[in-house]
C-alpha cells in the first residue's frame, strides 16, 4: 500500500468517523426513548444492536452516496489519482463498516447492564450462530456503502447515469441482503423457505464476495476517467 | 535554453455534442509567467482543467516532460489547480487546508504560507465558511504560492479581493516564480492590471487558440496613431483599423499590423503621435464579435 493511499484512506475514514459521532448518539437516544415509551414485549426485549442493524446500513448507504461528492476534486486536487481515490474510498468503506459494527456492540453490551434495555439480537438469528451473523452483517453494510458509492458515482456523471444507478444499485442491495436473511433467518423477502431449502453458509460467502468484485469492477470502470467538475 | 515542461498538441474536447475545445496546440517552459486570457465560455478553465487532469481530451494529447499526467501517480501532484471554489460548508480553517495540502505535496512550504497569511492580513484559524469572498480568494492564492508545485495554475483567483490584496498577490507571484521557477498560468479578466507579470500571453477564443506568444511580441501586433482627424483617417485609410476614437477634432485609431519604414516616415512627417497598444484594447479588440476582425 503506498503512501499516498494510506494518507487518503486515513483522511476520509477520520471525516466519515465524525458523522457516526453524530449518528451512532441520535440512535441511541432513539433507542432509549422507544424502549422506556412504547411497552411491547419484543421492542422492550430488543438490544440496541438489533435496533441499529438496518440503521447501519442505511448509514452506510448514504456514506456512500455522499463519497464522490465530498472527496472526489479534493482528492483531484491533492494529485490523488481516481484510482487511488476509488482504493482509498474502498479501505475506508471497510474500516467505517467495522469500526461502526464495534460500536454499535460496545453500547449494546453497556445497554445490556441497565436493566431497562433488551439484550436480544434477532430470533431467527440466534440459530445461525453470532459469528455468521456478524460475517453477513459486516459484508451486508459494506455492499451498502458500494452501493451508495455507485448511486454517488452515477449522480456526478449525469442525471441519467444516476438513475441509472439506482437500479443497478437497488439490485445488487437485494441480492446480498437475500442471501444473508436466508443464510442467517431462512427467509427470502420476509417468506420462510426453510421447508424447501437452507442456506449453504459457504456458498453464501462466494456469492457475497462476487457481488463485492463484481460492485467493485462496475465502481472501476465508472471512475476511471469521470471529469472533475469545475464550478 | 530552458527545457520545454508542458507540452498541449492538437486537443480537442467534446463535452456531449458541444465542441468546447478544438485543436489546441500550446507549449510551457519551466520559470515562465503565462497569461491566459479569453471571453466568458471561450472555454479557459476547461483548457486548464485539462493541464491539472481534472479532465482527459477527447482528443490530441497534453504532456508534461514527455509524459501523459492523467492518472498518473508522479506528476499528477506537480499540477496545482487553484480555482474559485464554493467554500459556504468548509468548517475548516485555512491552517487545516495548508497543513492537508503538505500531507499529499512535499513540496508545500507552511512557514511560508504563514507569511502570506500575515502578508495578506487574515487570520489562519478561522473557518473558511465565515471568511468574506475575498479571504477565501486569499486562501487560495496563498495555497497556490506555497505549495511550490512546477506547474501552478490560478484561475480567476483575485476574484472578490480587495485592490491591496491583488497587489500583494502579483508581488508575491514575482518573487514565488524568482524563489522557485515554476510554469506558472494565471487566466484573469483584470488584464489591465496583471500585464506586467506575464511573460507570454495566450488568447483563446471560441475553444481555439487565437495567439501564443511572449509579451512584447504580442503588443507589436498593432498601434495606435493619434492626431488631427483628417490626417489619422488618411493615413490608417488602407490599414486595419480595429477602432477608431474621436475627442474634438483628434482622432485616435488602434491599427492591428506592424508599420514598415515609409509608413513611420510618413507618420513623423504628418507628425502624428504613434504609441504602442495595450494588452487589454489588443485582446477586446482581437476578440470582439466582428469576422473582420477574427
Known sequence: MNNKLKLAAMDFSGQIFKWTLWYLPIMLIIYILVSIFINEQDINEMSFYAMALSANEIFMLVAGILSVFMFLELSVSLGLTRRTFLRAMLLTGGIITIALAAMTGIISVIMNFMPWFGGSIVVGDLESGPLVHILGHLLTTFTFFLGGFIISIGFYRGFLGGMISIVLSLCILVAIDSLWMWQTRGTVFDIDVTPYASGNLFMTIVFSLFLIFFTVAILQSLIRSVPVKVK | ?294
Do not use: W
Open chain 2, 1 to 294: 535554453m530552458k527545457n520545454s515542461l508542458l507540452e498541449i498538441k492538437n486537443a480537442s474536447l467534446d463535452i456531449k455534442k458541444d465542441n468546447v475545445l478544438e485543436d489546441i496546440t500550446l507549449k510551457m517552459e519551466q520559470g515562465k509567467v503565462y497569461g491566459l486570457l479569453g471571453r466568458n465560455g471561450a472555454g479557459k478553465t476547461t483548457l486548464l482543467s485539462l493541464i491539472a487532469s481534472f479532465r482527459k481530451p477527447t482528443r490530441g494529447s497534453i504532456t508534461i516532460d514527455g509524459q501523459d499526467p492523467f492518472e498518473n501517480e508522479t506528476l499528477m501532484p506537480q499540477v496545482d489547480f487553484l480555482y474559485e471554489v464554493d467554500y459556504s460548508e468548509e468548517y475548516r480553517t485555512p491552517m487545516d487546508l495548508c497543513k492537508l495540502t503538505k500531507r499529499y505535496k512535499n513540496n508545500f512550504d507552511l512557514d511560508y504560507a504563514k507569511t502570506l497569511f500575515e502578508g495578506f492580513g487574515i487570520t489562519h484559524d478561522k473557518p473558511i465558511n465565515r471568511m468574506s469572498k475575498g479571504q477565501q480568494a486569499a486562501v487560495n492564492a496563498i495555497i497556490g504560492l506555497a505549495s511550490n508545485s512546477p506547474i501552478t495554475i490560478f484561475d480567476e483567483v483575485t476574484n472578490g479581493m480587495d485592490a491591496p490584496s491583488r497587489e500583494y498577490f502579483y508581488q508575491k507571484v514575482l518573487e514565488a516564480n524568482a524563489r522557485n521557477p515554476r510554469t506558472m498560468i494565471l487566466s484573469t479578466h483584470i488584464v489591465s492590471e496583471m500585464e506586467y507579470l506575464f511573460d507570454e500571453v495566450i488568447i483563446i477564443h471560441h475553444g481555439r487558440v487565437l495567439a501564443q506568444e511572449p509579451l512584447d511580441v504580442f503588443l507589436e501586433r498593432g498601434f495606435k496613431v493619434t492626431g488631427p482627424e483628417e490626417k489619422v483617417a488618411r493615413f490608417t485609410h488602407d490599414m486595419d483599423v480595429l477602432a477608431s476614437q474621436n475627442l474634438g477634432p483628434t482622432r485616435s485609431d488602434m491599427v492591428l499590423g506592424r508599420m514598415d519604414e515609409v509608413q513611420q516616415a510618413e507618420a513623423r512627417s504628418s507628425h502624428l503621435n504613434i504609441s504602442s497598444l495595450k494588452l487589454q484594447e489588443l485582446f477586446i479588440r482581437m476578440t470582439e464579435e466582428k469576422e473582420s476582425v477574427q
